[in-house]
């Protein structure tokens, strides 16, 4: 079956810097690539996904790349913000459907005033 | 509420008691889902059910035991658990889990302790 790996498990960026999570997916069938926030005591909510035929795709300060060849794809923040400070999932899934969905570790994100 | 409505919030349980988990939904959505979040594990989807019948079921030990009367309802029945149960229980909806809208929406879940 997919496996999905996500690093860093955990970033600390200063406030108005970058921050990137990497995550590695094995099977090549994979077509869908969601990223989900998770901010603490919360429920954890889509912020933006890509599908295979799409190599980058952004939403304001938030960017996803995809390289299907390494099989890997990316979340980029731009110029972030206290609020930004959650745990972040990537997932993929074959055939974009939601009981194929596998998950990353999940990274750990905390923007530092 | 509007989305996805999980009760109780928090449950405490011995391994001999038997309790019950729910989820409602109010999206009008087709698909539920019930997830397993440990701490520093990723998300493990236990059970999908679509349009009200079971789709999927990855492993899980018969102590979980889902139920879904309707598709706007989910629960999930716990009975002899293991301290190592011990973990959040997320439910989620979809419009379709069959390759719609793959969207998940998720419940603030059930913080759930083990004794």
């Known amino acids: 079956g997919e496996n999905v790996e996500q690093h860093p498990s955990t970033l600390s960026v200063q406030e108005g810097d970058s921050a990137v999570i990497k995550c590695t997916y094995s099977?090549?069938?994979?077509?869908?690539f969601p990223w989900y926030k998770q901010e603490l005591g919360k429920r954890p909510q889509l912020i933006i996904d890509?599908?295979?035929?799409?190599g980058e795709k952004k939403d304001q300060r938030i960017a996803v790349t995809l390289n299907k060849t390494a099989k890997h794809f990316s979340l980029h923040i731009t110029e972030t913000q206290p609020e930004d400070s959650a745990v972040y999932f990537c997932?993929?899934?074959?055939?974009?459907?939601?009981?194929?969905?596998?998950f990353g570790g999940g990274t750990r994100v905390l923007v530092k005033p | 509420e509007t989305g996805v409505t999980q009760t109780p919030r928090h449950l405490v349980m011995g391994m001999t008691n038997k309790k019950s988990l729910k989820c409602e939904q109010h999206?009008?959505?087709?698909?539920m889902y019930w997830y397993k979040q440990s701490a520093k594990k990723p998300l493990e989807l236990m059970f999908v059910?679509?349009?009200?019948?079971?789709?999927e079921n990855n492993s899980v030990p018969s102590r979980f035991s889902p139920e879904c009367p309707n598709s706007s309802h989910l629960f999930l029945h716990l009975h002899t658990l293991q301290p190592e149960d011990s973990a959040l229980y997320l439910c989620?909806?979809?419009?379709?889990?069959?390759?719609?809208?793959?969207?998940?929406?998720f419940g603030s879940g059930t913080q759930l302790s083990v004794l």
């Open positions: 989620a909806s979809s419009q379709d889990s069959l390759g719609g809208n793959e969207k998940l929406f």
């Open positions: 059910y679509s349009l009200e019948e079971r789709v």
């Open positions: 999206l009008g959505h087709n698909a």
């Open positions: 890509i599908r295979s035929n799409v």
């Open positions: 997932a993929a899934s074959i055939g974009a459907a939601g009981n194929k969905l596998t």
């Open positions: 099977d090549s069938a994979s077509n869908y």
